[in-house]
């Protein structure tokens, strides 16, 4: 299998990039700490074997300017010095990073004075996949744990007697993601419910080894606890919703007021999300939820665009798995007889799949291409270490969508052509394309 490139870089959209997560191991990691002159050597203990990536923050002791080196064979290399936190980014190019041991040697930190390490926080691990599984903090032995204040790093390193595990049961139509699979008492615990498209969160709920509840707090769109002197039990439902279709006629009333409680001003795609609703280019998975972090379909892409040519008519497509009377059915028949779609190859269209950036790339260009739209504009990629990961068919689209801007890197140096495309990033980028690219 020819393995994923990827970079860790300390940007907010790291967080769209992935949307789907598999769990790791159940033991946390812990920091192991060597200490020589004004330079420490760090040790990352149980690791998974399927480790491919790793982001870690350090709280040291001074903001004196501090420095970081590994040794770390086939690996791309990198942090930042924000005053007391140091943040570190590894990323293998092709190999885990620990293939026989459970253990990595992060490297070297050093400055030209003495200081200590107090806290280590925010590990973020990726898979092969790009899967990742974060942890808020990490236990270092004879140190504290979180990125806290002197007095609660004391109260938390004198709960450190015995951890205790986290269980989640298997749920059906969505994932869910912990910020760690075993803790200490008192320690907080974050849960990450991602339904998948057709389905919103239901219920969570925690309990302890006597079936007593927990208390959850809900925050973003992560819900925590803190968690007790015993092993839990997280139990996750989702449930089915329907998927609005937006109106064929375009709202363009510029007042209008987004009725979705999980799209704040604050959000970054707030103003695309506002854009595509406007122009009813795109609608809710309920009343009163866009679901922004959930991924979109290649049927919902091509009806979208189906929409915006008027909604023609097409003979039926030849496609096996396009079933009558779906919503999707006209549009499929329209971008296929028309040369924007051609299916897998295998007679099939995929139309519930989810849509990867480098799909989403190619329909778009091929739309353009068939609206007569200037397609000249390329960009050559060298500046993106994945690069190579592009599929032969959508490298020339990849490069027009990256060269009018409407697909911008995952990172500065990573475009993650095969990952999914969040409901967000859609509203982003037809945005872009319809002010840019449509006369």
């Known amino acids: 299998m020819k393995k994923k490139n990827f970079l860790f870089l300390p940007a907010t959209l790291l967080c769209i990039l992935f949307l789907t997560s598999n769990v790791f191991g159940a033991e946390n990691p812990s920091l192991e700490i060597d200490s020589k002159n004004n330079s420490k050597t760090l040790i990352l203990n149980h690791i998974p074997e399927n480790c491919y990536g790793i982001e870690i923050t350090l709280t040291t002791s001074t903001k004196d300017k501090k420095d970081y080196s590994t040794t770390i064979d086939g690996a791309y290399t990198t942090y930042s010095n924000d005053g007391l936190d140091v943040t570190l980014y590894i990323v293998s190019k092709d190999t885990p990073l620990n293939p026989e041991e459970s253990f990595i040697k992060l490297g070297e930190i050093s400055s030209d004075s003495s200081f200590t390490i107090q806290s280590a926080f925010d590990l973020k691990l990726l898979d092969e996949d790009l899967n990742k599984t974060e942890y808020d903090s990490v236990y270092i032995p004879g140190s504290s744990t979180s990125h806290s204040s002197s007095s609660s790093s004391s109260s938390s390193s004198s709960n450190r007697s015995s951890s205790y595990k986290i269980d989640v049961e298997d749920t059906e139509n969505g994932s869910v993601k912990l910020s760690a699979f075993s803790a200490y008492k008192g320690q907080t615990i974050a849960i990450t419910p991602a339904p998948q498209v057709g389905y919103a969160l239901d219920s969570i709920t925690v309990i302890d080894k006597e079936n007593k509840k927990i208390d959850l707090t809900p925050k973003d769109k992560q819900y925590t606890f803190t968690m007790p002197s015993s092993n839990v039990t997280v139990k996750v439902e989702f449930k089915a919703i329907s ?197």
């Open 243 to 439: 998927v609005i279709i937006p109106p064929s006629t375009p709202d363009t009333n510029e007042n209008i007021i987004l009725p979705f409680i999980d799209v704040k001003e604050s959000d970054w795609y707030y103003s695309c999300v506002k854009y595509v609703y406007e122009q009813s280019m795109m609608a809710g998975t309920s009343t009163t939820m866009f679901s922004p972090d959930t991924t979109t379909t290649r049927g919902m892409i091509v009806t979208i665009l189906h929409r915006l040519d008027g909604k023609p008519t097409a003979p039926v497509s030849n496609f096996t798995d396009i079933e009558q009377n779906q919503y999707y059915t006209e549009a499929v028949a329209w971008a296929s007889a028309n040369g924007i779609v051609s299916g897998y190859g295998n007679g099939n269209f995929g139309p519930n799949d989810t849509i990867t950036r480098e799909q989403m790339a190619s329909i778009l260009y091929r739309y353009a291409q068939y609206k007569n739209y200037n397609t000249s504009y390329t960009n050559n990629l060298s500046n993106y270490v994945d690069v190579e990961e592009i599929s032969s068919y959508a490298i020339t689209a990849i490069q027009w969508a990256n060269g009018t801007g409407l697909i911008s890197g995952i990172t500065n140096t990573t475009l993650v052509p095969k990952g999914s495309a969040t409901r967000a990033q859609v509203s982003s980028i037809l945005m872009r394309f319809c002010e840019n690219i449509v006369k």
